[in-house]
């Protein structure tokens, strides 16, 4: 029995290193929550800013990396710098902000309707920032050619804003006579689109390539990590870039150059994404680069060249989409557009394939009870009803090595000499009552992907980001704040992360113990004092994690304890030991 209890608690502990080990990691590799991104401010004073220095990297080889503007005249605050340019403003139901008609960039967004915190009057999160200034952050459409309008060109619009049914056109005329046009719509949610026109009203043909970029001065305030890309991302040739084009890697290694027809390209934060997605069947050359002065990145994507003769006109079309990444509105611009694997652009990592569902059925039980904390409750009660006939098997199987324990015991004394014996006689009581000693390891098998999966929908789904439980958990995807360390609160200091236990995970812990109470007790004395351990370890390593995958698991925990005693009594009477060797 020795061997087969050994083999169950390396599974157990295994089991224990896959989901939670890394956490240990987490100080290191995983950050603690970032700082609340920019928020919008009000208008300030202007201040002039330096020349074209501060524009992106028009998108041909010969051209060098974008050059950081002189620090001396870069203004202070983003109002500043907002102030320091004509502008049109952009008005949606989600959206406020304004193009730059100096550049003809959007360089400034602000997502109305979410917040930077939890704490009142919070401001709405700001993506883009325009640039000189602190952040800097902005995308923009135009093209690269002789005679094409300069990254500081002034440009001249065809209304007062952008609005959703309010197109607004942008123009510029070179000394030539060529005419530039870039007519830009947007929708009700994050979704711009560009018509680039170039009417040639030269006496000679003129070779234009249109292009889009987006631009950011450094990394923003989340880090890129195993578990979380944040940084560049692309679709080439139906292939997910991300690890390949990092903010790291195009520090090291230089501009990375694509080819390919179709797909998409940008920058993502775990939450927020801006990202071009060109004509899809139009082939292009795409590339990431990096200036080290300024700390600058940028992704763009050229078209092949258009030859337009006097008198005539072309026109191209892109789309950018600037906002928060909602599982919703990725699929219906993957569907819409045709821009393939869009849906990646959120991080579900390894089990995608499991996270999705598991964000429909969450999504589903909370059109049903209006609470995300009360849709994870359900989802733990569909997965162990799913997991039932696995896991009702574990548990009698469970309950019938503690009916037998006195048996098992007896054997191990009589053929404590005789190791092989001693296994044969185990062996056969398994087989004569239908004990199976490992069958607690597969429902954990099953659940770790289930887990690893909630894990990351609350880590990443924007969805669930500031939704409440109820009572003091008013924040699903962040930790338990409550923890007795400062008196819950009442002491004006907050505990390391590692430490800072919640009552959740004190919950967590509890309902871990009570469960192994109701085990086998195990005859080793180091395996004893492994599961004596394990419920407190565990209550620790918790703690950091999202409140709702707390939840999860302690909703796990009291189903398991309910199953467990219901199995406990139906085998409650003690077999007697054997008699005469069996």
């Known amino acids: 029995m020795k061997e087969e209890s050994r083999n169950l608690v390396l599974a157990v502990v295994l089991s224990a290193i896959v989901l939670f080990g890394w956490q240990f990691l987490a100080e290191r590799y995983f950050l603690p929550p970032p700082p609340p991104p920019p928020a919008a401010e009000a208008p300030a004073p202007a201040v002039a800013p330096s020349a074209a220095t501060d524009g992106p990297l028009v998108p041909e080889a010969a051209i060098p990396a974008p050059a950081a503007p002189a620090v001396g005249l870069a ?34 967004l602000v ?38 309008p300069p990254a500081d060109a002034r440009w001249t619009p ?58 950011r001065t450094g990394t923003g305030p989340e880090r890129d990590a195993f578990n979380l890309h944040v940084g560049p991302i692309a679709v080439i040739d139906g292939r997910l870039l991300e690890s390949d084009i990092s903010y790291d890697r195009l520090r090291e290694r230089g501009p990375q150059t694509f080819r390919t027809t179709g797909g998409w390209l940008g920058i993502t934060d775990k939450y927020w994404l801006a990202a071009l997605i060109p ?16 700390d600058r990145f940028q992704t763009d994507f050229v078209a092949p060249a258009e030859l337009v003769a006097p008198g005539a006109a072309a026109e191209s079309r892109a789309h950018l989409f600037a906002g928060a990444k909602e599982v ?16 990646r652009a959120l991080a579900w990592g390894w089990f995608w394939f499991i996270a999705q569902p598991i964000f429909r059925l969450l999504s589903f039980f909370h059109g049903l009870f209006g609470n995300w904390g009360l849709a994870i409750i359900g989802l733990t009660l569909v997965v162990r009803l799913l997991l039932y006939p696995i896991a009702n098997r574990q548990y009698a199987s469970m309950a019938k090595l503690k009916v037998f324990a006195p048996k098992m015991k007896e054997i191990q004394e009589r053929y404590k000499d ?12 398994y087989r004569r009552e239908k004990i199976n000693p490992l069958a607690g390891c597969l429902p954990i098998l099953l659940q770790i992907p289930i887990f690893y999966a909630l894990y990351k929908t ?37 505990p390391p992360a590692v430490i800072a236990v919640g009552i959740l995970p004190i919950l967590l812990g509890v309902t871990m113990w009570l469960q192994f109470r109701l085990n086998p007790t ?61």
């Open 75 to 108: 203004p202070k605050t983003v109002a500043q710098a907002l102030a320091a340019s004509p502008r049109v403003p952009i008005r949606t139901p989600r959206l406020s902000g304004s193009i730059n008609l100096v550049g003809a960039r959007i360089d400034d």
């Open 328 to 343: 919703d509105l990725l699929n219906r611009v993957r569907d819409e557009l045709g821009a393939p694997l869009f849906d």
């Open 458 to 494: 609350l880590l990443i789904a924007i969805e669930i980001r500031h939704q409440p439980l109820g009572l003091w958990i008013r924040d699903l995807s962040a930790p338990d704040p409550l923890t007795p360390l400062n008196l819950f609160g009442l002491l004006p200091f907050q």
């Open 418 to 429: 005789d190791k092989v014996r001693q296994q044969q006689e185990l062996m056969e009581l």
């Open 279 to 294: 004509d899809q069947k139009q082939p292009l050359d795409v590339r990431f680069t990096h200036a080290a002065e300024g």
């Open 158 to 215: 065809s209304g007062d804003v952008l609005a959703p049914g309010r197109p607004l056109t942008l123009s510029w005329t070179s000394p030539a006579g060529v005419t530039f046009e870039i007519r830009l719509e947007v929708d009700e949610n994050f979704l711009f689109t560009a018509t680039q026109r170039v009417v040639n009203g030269s006496g000679g043909a003129v070779a234009v390539r249109p292009y889009g970029f987006v631009n």
């Open 522 to 582: 195990p005859m080793d004395e180091v395996q004893k004092l492994v599961f004596s351990w394990m419920p407190w370890i565990f209550m620790f390593l918790m703690a950091p994690f999202a409140a709702g995958l707390q939840l999860y698991w302690i909703v796990n925990n009291i189903v398991s304890i309910a199953q467990q005693w219901w199995l406990n009594r139906k085998y409650a009477s003690p077999a007697p030991a054997p008699s005469g060797g069996k």
């Open 111 to 148: 997502l109305t309707d979410h917040r930077t915190g939890l704490v009142p009057n919070a401001p709405p999160v700001r993506l883009f920032a325009p640039s000189p200034g602190p952040g800097a952050y902005f995308a923009g459409f135009g093209w690269a050619g002789p005679g094409a």
